[in-house]
């Protein structure tokens, strides 16, 4: 079972990743958002099977 702090850094990984996908679409970066919104997705998944 994961412990609260799994839980934590997996939330402020989301959250770094969320500012990093905002800087890219305020410099058009399209290509790099793309990355980010993969790897966004990739830890909200593991976020959710760790809290199942």
């Given at each position: 079972?994961?412990?609260?702090d799994?839980?934590?850094?997996i939330?402020?990984?989301?959250?770094?990743?969320?500012?990093?996908l905002?800087?890219?679409?305020?410099k058009?970066?399209?290509?790099?958002?793309?990355?980010?919104?993969?790897?966004?997705?990739?830890?909200?998944?593991?976020?959710?099977?760790l809290?199942?």
């Amino acid at each position: 079972m994961a412990t609260q702090d799994e839980h934590d850094r997996i939330a402020m990984l989301i959250m770094q990743l969320d500012m990093a996908l905002a800087l890219a679409r305020t410099k058009g970066l399209a290509r790099l958002e793309a990355h980010l919104e993969a790897a966004i997705a990739e830890a909200r998944g593991l976020h959710s099977k760790l809290l199942n």
